[in-house]
């Protein structure tokens, strides 16, 4: 994405439940927003759990390929324009960590990585093509949790030894080795001067760094888990939380934004 001096805003977006929906993953009810977004050449920076080669396609589906996209949950970043790098060597020391583990413990994470492609398809829903780019890790391993939470405690500080995190996300706990999605919000925006407003939204815990530290933070009702929890009253002031969940959301409030800068401004 080549810095643009008129740009007044880059909107920053997580994907499940956000953007897309949480069962459908279709993003038609966004469609407003996004043209608005085009036409008035607003950049729009995936920040997902998602992986780079799943983000390449959705990227230029969306109409946004001249924009990077922050992928595995902010393990990695998938420039503009560009394809996926062949190059799996954190997500091969991530599994080579839970080989470690006592195998009581390890039997507890069922990992992306655990599954076929096919096993993938069922447990996320999405269509086979898409659950074999979605097991094309690079930086990160997504996967369920089944044991108790003393057992994660465990769990997580085992991993912390060799400096892997887990975070959790709308559905996974995704093991890492700690970069966040804010991490790359702020990388992005300091390639531009003067430095653009930014625009966060997202639904789950792995968003809140992301949405806290956006001039403008949107918290996307969720309607399939505990989503984000309230905040302090001073950071609750400072984002919006939807009254509608997935993209009806995201479509409300983007169009307002742009609205509020762009339009009433002129």
Known sequence: MTPNTETKLIVFTDLDGTLLDHD??????AIPALEMMKALGVPLVLASSKTAYELVVLRKELGFEHCPAIVENGAGLLPAYEKPEQNG????????????????????????????DAECAEKTGLPLEQAKSARQRQFSEPGLWSGTQEELQDFEAKLAEKGISARQGGRYLTLSFGA?????????????????KSMALGDAPNDVEMIVE???GVIIKNTHGAGIPRKSDSIEASIVRTKQSGPKGWNIEVQARLKQLYLEEE
């Not at 006592?102 to 994470?109: G, I, V």
């Open 214 to 216: 956006a001039d403008f």
């Open 89 to 116: 060597q954190q997500h091969a020391q991530i599994l080579a960590a839970l080989s470690d583990l006592p195998p009581a413990l390890r039997a507890q994470y069922e990992g992306f990585s655990d599954w076929s």
């Open 180 to 196: 966040t999605k804010a991490d790359w919000m702020s990388k992005i925006l300091d390639d531009f001067d003067p430095r653009p």
């Open 24 to 29: 459908s993953y279709s993003w038609s009810p």
